[in-house]
């Protein structure tokens, strides 16, 4: 059955959609290479769950392409309009994999991983500007479904690249501990402690034991006085 011929709004969400495809190609690959590298278990764990995460956008952008009339199976290499397709996008996976073993082949592991994030937060930042033009396009030209597709995945994105960030933190202190010895790294800040009377729990504020003076008793002598005098 011959493809249908497609106007210019949807050839060009087709082409843009195509993009994204061949970039979770890549990424696919580059995950799955990045997963068989890592020892630490916590993030080996975390990217196995974006490898999943990973082929299911993918999954959903190639059949956004086909509700759109465009090109799907092999076919579907063609629909970036450009060398990157899926099997350009994962020859070239191939290549940073080889070179990703080849240097851990001569890098502690710790370092390797470091490495690792900051090539996948790399790349998923360009993911996110890739989904949010995409998002931007699909509102532009109406198509809310590709819109609201754009905007989910690019959700799964920021989700992954906020993990990322705060992971590279702990693989650069991972690198510290593994390659500067401890009088060369900045010792942690010693917080001060309170005295005791600080701390104590406040006590509700004594009442004055002073008492007011008392007046002199009056006489009987000087209440007749008084009397008297009034009248």
């Not at 109406?142 to 799964?156: E, H, K, P, W, Y």
């Not at 009442?207 to 005098?229: K, V």
Request: proline fraction near 4%; include cysteine; glycine fraction near 4%.
């Amino acid at each position: 059955m011959p493809e249908q011929t497609l106007n210019e709004r949807d050839t060009t969400l087709v082409r843009w959609l195509g993009e994204a495809h061949a970039k979770e190609a890549e990424l696919e690959a580059d995950l799955t290479a990045h997963i068989a590298l890592t020892q630490k278990q916590a993030y080996k764990k975390r990217l196995q769950q974006h490898l999943k995460e990973t082929r299911d956008h993918k999954r959903r952008v190639a059949s956004r392409i086909k509700k759109l009339g465009g090109p799907t199976g092999q076919n579907l290499i063609a629909a970036t309009g450009s060398a990157m397709g899926e099997v350009a996008g994962k020859t070239v996976a191939a290549v940073k994999g080889q070179v990703d073993l080849a240097r851990a082949l001569v890098t502690e592991q710790a370092e390797t991983h470091l490495r690792n994030a900051q090539e996948e937060l790399r790349e998923e930042h360009v993911e996110i500007a890739l989904y949010s033009r995409l998002e931007a396009l699909a509102e532009e030209v109406g198509d809310r479904d590709t819109a609201q597709l754009a905007r989910s995945i690019r959700r799964d994105e920021e989700r992954m690249a906020k993990y990322l960030a705060a992971e590279l933190t702990r693989l650069v202190k991972d690198v510290v501990r593994d390659e500067v010895p401890r009088d060369q790294r900045a010792q942690p800040r010693r917080t001060r402690r309170r005295s005791t009377s600080r701390c104590s729990s406040p006590t509700t504020p004594r009442r004055s034991t002073r008492t007011r003076p008392r007046s002199p008793p009056t006489s009987s002598a000087t209440r007749a006085t008084r009397g008297s005098t009034s009248s």
